[in-house]
T-cell receptor, first 114, second 111 residues
Framework: GAGVSQTPSNKVTEKGKYVELRCDPI?????LYWYRQSLGQGPEFLIY????????DSGLPNDRFFAVRPEGSVSTLKIQRTERGDSAVYLC????????????FGPGTRLTVL | GEDVEQSLFLSVREGDSSVINCTYT??????LYWYKQEPGAGLQLLTY?????DMKQDQRLTVLLNKKDKHLSLRIADTQTGDSAIYFC???????????FGQGTTLQVKP
């Protein structure tokens, strides 16, 4: 079956611009996660959705970052007033139902802020 | 703290065994995972172990967990060039959906 998909695969933007990153989870998975991976590092947790609601957004670095999942399936990570330090690979994962279920990752979106 | 530490680099010859190590500080983790990342790709789940287990074997992969020493290892038997990648250990923090990752170990397999 289809895995987690993310679009775009690459995004180049200028400092100060707004970007949206999209994640399509595995069909039927109710839990969805966003992580950020900087060069040479392991992924860092950003936010976790259970259905439509954010169950844990403690990893969002500041109020420029926001994520939504209005229908409990597709999620969008939104970054306002991008900064060069936001450059990273943004990974999305989904799991079947609960936070203890195995997380399956998408290929990521590489964001470059010039 | 939620530190997860891994050595950064391991080089082995094709056919040898590889052992990738991970130490952690949070003893409340319920599940511990190993993921593989190839260049430009996402994370591929390799295997996982419950915190109440000491060992798990899955084909060429053996996971050992020493809870007393907070040490997790991944052994790859008969390592192949296709095993060259970055390997991440990750701990699931109990009662959250949060995976805490190490910084990754780059495995280089020489023919």
């Amino acid at each position: 079956g289809a895995g987690v998909s993310q679009t775009p695969s690459n995004k180049v933007t200028e400092k100060g611009k707004y970007v949206e990153l999209r994640c399509d989870p595995i069909s039927g998975h109710t839990a969805l996660y966003w992580y950020r991976q900087s060069l040479g590092q392991g992924p860092e947790f950003l936010i976790y959705f259970q259905g439509t609601g954010a169950a844990d957004d403690s990893g969002l670095p500041n109020d420029r970052f926001f994520a939504v999942r209005p229908e409990g399936s597709v999620s969008t990570l939104k970054i306002q007033r991008t900064e060069r330090g936001d450059s990273a690979v943004y990974l999305c994962a989904s799991s079947l139902t609960r936070d203890t279920d195995t997380q399956y990752f998408g290929p990521g979106t590489r964001l470059t802020v010039l | 703290g939620e530190d997860v530490e891994q050595s950064l680099f391991l080089s082995v010859r094709e056919g040898d065994s590889s052992v990738i190590n991970c130490t952690y500080t949070d003893s409340s983790s319920t599940y511990l995972y190993w993921y593989k990342q190839e260049p430009g790709a996402g994370l591929q789940l390799l295997t996982y172990i419950f915190s109440n287990m000491d060992m798990k074997q899955d084909q060429r992969l053996t996971v050992l967990l020493n809870k007393k020493d907070k040490h997790l290892s991944l052994r790859i038997a008969d390592t192949q060039t296709g095993d060259s990648a970055i390997y991440f250990c990750a701990l699931l923090r109990s009662n959250t959906g949060k995976l805490i990752f190490g910084q990754g170990t780059t495995l280089q397999v020489k023919p």
